[in-house]
């Protein structure tokens, strides 16, 4: 049986679970998948008429019994699961790890010493002095960390592109904590979720278009229209409009956005049907609650964690992924947990400051 742990074994079962539930006929597509895979069964005893909950850890069960059919066939699972999807790349560290593993690997030496942290740390210390900053985490994509939690944002942005087809799509952020004001988490976190989103599914867009408002209601207006103007001729390709008021009267926000969404509405409408989105997003800082006719984004205050003993945190394991996915020593691994560790005892989760923490690595 290949040398995975509880939770890694537990975690490949769930991950199929969980994709053959949203399959329209499990049976089917588990069959040819494993014809694709060309794992070594006797596919003549797998009733696959079962329900996932009892197809799947029976299937499960007989691959899990030999790491070359484990290997072969999550390795098709893989081409099938969403590309920035946890998911896929929990798969893709786990068959990595069997692919790396060697029998001399499998027991380990008593006799054998934990690292000594401190010095491995003074060593790296050493070295930074001739490489910047860049050039020492220049291996690490910055773009993972739109990957890790605003699970409620998504879910309403997904739950609304899949019931409207096209068309004038208006939302608010709801910003209970000022993330607003730091534009690099707005626009780097924030929005570039919202686009990974749309990347997902498939959608052709033109970079979003910003729009700071500290202005009278004209002034918005003809800002947008110039920019539709000059866009709506273009490609077919879907507009998104991130408008921001950094400084506006709280009884005039609610009336101003449903004007303006009334004017774009009234005069664009028919260049944004069932095949193109125009989105725009609204926030302010000054501005906490639901705009009338528009969608709310919530904006968490805290990443998703947990701080409990013996209990690895959500955080701390997506972490773990990305510096295995990009190859960092394994004594330097060690090190950045226990700074995550200790950043989220002492922050709490905190999204503003746990993200800065983390651009520091990513970057």
């Known amino acids: 049986m290949p040398n995975l742990s509880i939770d890694e074994r537990i975690d490949l079962q769930n991950i199929l679970i969980e994709y053959f539930n949203s399959r329209e006929k499990p049976g089917q597509h588990l069959k040819s998948l494993i014809n694709i895979s060309s794992i070594q069964i006797n596919i003549e005893e797998i009733d696959f008429s079962l329900t996932v909950r009892e197809l799947i850890p029976y299937f499960y069960g007989q691959i899990l019994k030999d790491k070359k059919n484990l290997v072969s066939f999550f390795k098709v699972l893989q ?3 969403r590309e920035d999807s946890d998911d896929r790349f929990t798969v893709k560290t786990i ?3 069997l692919e790396r593993l060697q029998p001399s690997q499998r027991s380990t030496s008593p006799s054998s010493k934990p690292p000594n942290y401190n010095n491995l740390l003074t060593q790296e210390r050493q070295k930074s002095q001739e490489l910047s900053e860049s050039q020492r985490f220049n291996k690490i994509d910055n773009n993972l960390l739109i990957m890790y939690d605003l699970k409620d944002l998504k879910e309403k942005l997904e739950k609304k592109l ?10 608010n952020i709801i910003d209970n904590y000022q993330i607003l004001s730091h534009d690099n988490i707005f626009e780097s976190y924030i929005i570039k979720t919202i686009e990974k989103e749309l990347d997902y599914r498939q959608r052709n867009y033109h970079k979003p278009i ?19 103007k000059d866009l709506l001729d273009d490609n077919n390709l879907d507009v998104i409009f991130i408008v921001k008021y950094e400084s506006y009267d709280k009884t005039q ?10 004017e774009i509405q009234a005069n664009y409408s028919d260049y944004f049907n069932d095949t193109r989105y125009l989105i725009i997003i609204f926030g302010s800082l000054y501005f906490e609650s639901h705009l009338d006719e528009f969608d709310s984004l919530p904006i968490p205050k805290k990443f998703e964690v947990q701080i409990q003993e013996n209990i690895e945190c959500p955080l701390t394991k997506w972490f773990k992924y990305c510096l295995v996915r990009h190859e960092i020593k394994t004594e330097m691994q060690g090190l950045y947990i226990r700074e995550l560790r200790n950043h989220i005892i002492n922050h709490q989760g905190n999204l503003i400051q746990t993200y800065k923490f983390l651009q520091k690595i990513f970057l």
């Open 95 to 97: 068959i990595e790890k």
């Open 210 to 228: 910003y729009l700071n408002l500290p202005c009278s209601y004209e002034t918005i207006e003809k800002k947008l229209e110039n920019h539709i």
């Open 253 to 262: 926000l609610n009336s101003t956005a449903q004007s303006l969404l009334k």
């Open 79 to 81: 081409s099938h699961l």
């Open 162 to 171: 899949c019931n409207v087809y096209g068309g004038i799509l208006a939302f």
